[in-house]
C-alpha cells in the first residue's frame, strides 16, 4: 500500500491538490504503515462501527484510502440496550451511504443476568459478531487513550501479565477475520481533530455518562486527574501494557516447552509430570490451556485450588475442576479439558426414518445400506427412539460372547466417563440396538445383502488443535 495523499512539495493551487490537513495526514500515514505490512492486494477490511467520533474516524478514514487496492465494509452490532439503539443503527447507515462503504446491521440480545455483567455480556456478543463477518480482516478503532484505560482498569482488577498487556494491536478469532486496531498507538486528541478538521457528526452513547459504570469513573474522574501530575500518564501506561505483552509472549514460550516436556503418549498432558513441574510454571501452563481453548482467564485462586486438586488424584481415578466455560478432568493419569456444551436431551427422541436426529449439539445420522449396520427387517418390529444412558444396560455385540454390561464395554473402549454419560443408544422397544462407539448388538447385525441402516454419531465441535482435550 502507498499514501492516497499529495506529497508535502505539491505546488498545484488546486483544492483537490492540496495537502490534507494535520490530523487526516498524520491518521491516514499511520493507517497507511499499518496495513501495508498486513494487507494483500483485494483484502476484505470490515470495520466494527459503534456511530461514536472514534469509529467513524477509523472508517472515514480507511474510505479515503480504498484506492490502495482493499475492499471496505462495515458492521454495527445494535445490542438492544438503549432506548436509541434504533437511531444508532440508521445514523451508522447513513454514515456509510455518504461514505460508499456497505454496512450490515446486526441485533443481538444480551442476557441480562449472566453472571459477568451486562458490559461483559455484551462484549462476547458483540466479539462473535465480528468473528463471523466474511472477511479477511476487521479493524476496530481503539486508541492510546483507551489503551491506558484497559491498562490501569485491569491492573486495579488484579490482572496477571497477559491481562495487564492491555489490548492487543492484532489477534486472531478463531476462524474469523483477524482482528486488527490499527489506532492503538495515536493519541484521542488526534482523532478529536481528525475529526473537527473534517466536520464529521457522530452519536453520544449515553451509557458513556454513567458513573456506575467502574470504566466510566476511571475515563471521566480518574485518568483526567493523574493526568494533572504525571502529563504522559497515557503514553506511560501504554508503554507498560507493551512490556506485559512482551513478559507474555516470554511466558507463553515456557509454557508451550512445558508442555511439549508434559506430554503423554496420546498428545494429552501427563498427570504426574505436569505435578513434578514447579507451582508457578504448573499454573502459566494450566492459564495458557484454557486460553488455547478459548476459556476465560480463572482467577489465581481458581487455578491454586485446581492444581491442589490435581496434585491429590491417583493415576487411576478422576477428578472434575469446573470453570464458568467448562471443566477440567484428570482420568487415567491424563489431563482433559473439556468446554461446555449443550445439554443431552432429557427425554426419548423417537426415529420415525429421518436422516439425522439432534444429540447434544451434535447429530446422529442414518444411512440406508446393504449388508452393513443395523437390520431394517428388525427394526420393524418395535418402536425405534435414542435415549440417553441410564445404567444398567447390557449390549452384546459379538455374537460369540454373552451379554456383557455396557459400563464394562465402554470401561475397555477407554472413554472418559464424563463423555460415557453423552452417549446416544438407539433402542427397539426394549431392546438396546446400536451405541455410539461400541457398535451394533449381534442380534440387530445386517445380514449379507440385506437392507440395513448405518449410523453414526458426529459429536458436538471439538477443541482446537494444542489443547488438553480432544473429545
Not at 472477511?135 to 481503539?142: I, P, R
Not at 509430570?273 to 476465560?296: K, T
Amino acid at each position: 500500500m502507498s499514501a492516497c495523499w499529495p506529497m508535502a512539495g505539491s505546488t498545484s493551487t488546486r483544492r483537490s491538490d492540496l495537502a490534507p490537513p494535520a490530523a487526516a495526514q498524520q491518521i491516514r500515514q499511520t493507517l497507511c504503515r499499518f496495513l501495508e505490512a498486513r494487507l494483500q492486494p483485494g483484502a476484505r477490511l470490515c470495520v466494527g462501527v459503534s456511530g461514536g467520533r472514534d469509529s467513524l474516524v477509523l472508517l472515514h478514514a480507511l474510505a479515503g484510502l480504498r484506492a490502495s487496492g482493499f475492499a471496505l465494509s462495515a458492521v454495527h452490532v445494535d445490542h438492544g440496550l438503549s432506548a436509541n439503539a434504533d437511531r444508532w443503527a440508521s445514523f451508522c447507515a447513513d454514515f456509510c451511504r455518504s461514505c460508499g462503504v456497505p454496512i450490515e446491521i446486526v441485533r443481538v440480545e444480551v442476557p441480562r443476568a449472566s453472571g459477568d455483567g451486562l458490559e461483559a455480556a455484551a462484549r462476547r456478543l458483540r466479539h462473535a459478531v465480528f468473528a463471523g463477518r466474511a472477511a479477511d480482516w476487521l479493524a476496530l478503532a481503539h486508541h492510546r487513550d483507551d489503551q491506558a484505560e484497559t491498562v490501569l482498569f485491569r491492573l486495579l482488577r488484579g490482572a496477571g501479565v497477559s491481562g495487564a498487556a492491555g489490548m492487543p494491536a492484532e489477534r486472531s478469532q478463531g476462524g474469523g477475520p483477524r482482528l486488527i486496531r490499527p489506532l492503538l498507538d495515536v493519541p484521542g486528541s488526534l482523532l478529536a481533530r481528525y475529526a473537527e478538521e473534517c466536520s464529521l457528526t457522530w452519536i453520544e452513547d449515553e451509557s458513556n455518562a454513567d458513573p456506575r459504570f467502574r470504566r466510566n469513573h476511571l475515563r471521566r474522574e480518574v485518568l483526567p486527574r493523574i493526568t494533572e501530575q504525571f502529563p504522559g500518564a497515557a503514553q506511560a501506561l501504554a508503554r507498560s501494557g507493551q512490556h506485559f505483552a512482551e513478559a507474555a509472549g516470554l511466558l507463553d514460550e515456557l509454557a508451550q516447552a512445558d508442555r511439549a516436556a508434559t506430554a503423554g503418549a496420546c498428545g494429552r498432558i501427563d498427570l504426574a509430570r505436569f505435578n513434578a513441574l514447579s507451582r508457578p510454571r504448573a499454573r502459566n501452563l494450566l492459564r495458557c490451556e484454557l486460553r488455547a481453548a478459548g476459556f476465560r482467564s480463572p482467577e489465581t485462586r481458581w487455578l491454586d485450588e485446581a492444581l491442589r486438586q490435581l496434585a491429590t488424584v491417583g493415576a487411576a481415578s478422576q477428578t472434575c475442576v469446573a470453570t464458568p466455560d467448562g471443566e477440567i478432568h484428570a482420568y487415567r493419569g491424563e489431563l482433559y479439558l473439556v468446554r461446555q456444551r449443550p445439554a443431552i436431551p432429557s427425554v426419548a427422541l423417537p426415529w420415525r426414518g429421518e436422516g439425522e436426529l439432534p444429540w447434544g449439539g451434535g447429530r446422529v445420522s442414518f444411512r440406508s445400506t446393504l449388508g452393513e449396520g443395523v437390520s431394517y427387517r428388525m427394526l420393524a418390529s418395535a418402536a425405534i427412539c435414542l435415549r440417553a444412558r441410564q445404567g444398567g444396560e447390557r449390549l452384546q455385540p459379538d455374537p460369540r460372547r454373552p451379554p456383557r454390561a455396557l459400563r464394562k464395554l465402554l470401561q475397555e473402549a477407554a472413554l472418559p466417563p464424563w463423555e460415557r454419560l453423552r452417549l446416544p443408544l438407539l433402542w427397539s422397544g426394549e431392546h438396546l440396538v446400536w451405541v455410539a462407539g461400541i457398535g451394533v448388538a449381534a442380534a440387530f447385525a445386517c445380514a449379507p445383502d440385506e437392507a440395513g441402516l448405518a449410523l453414526a454419531w458426529e459429536a458436538a465441535a471439538p477443541l482446537p488443535p494444542g489443547v488438553l482435550a480432544r473429545t
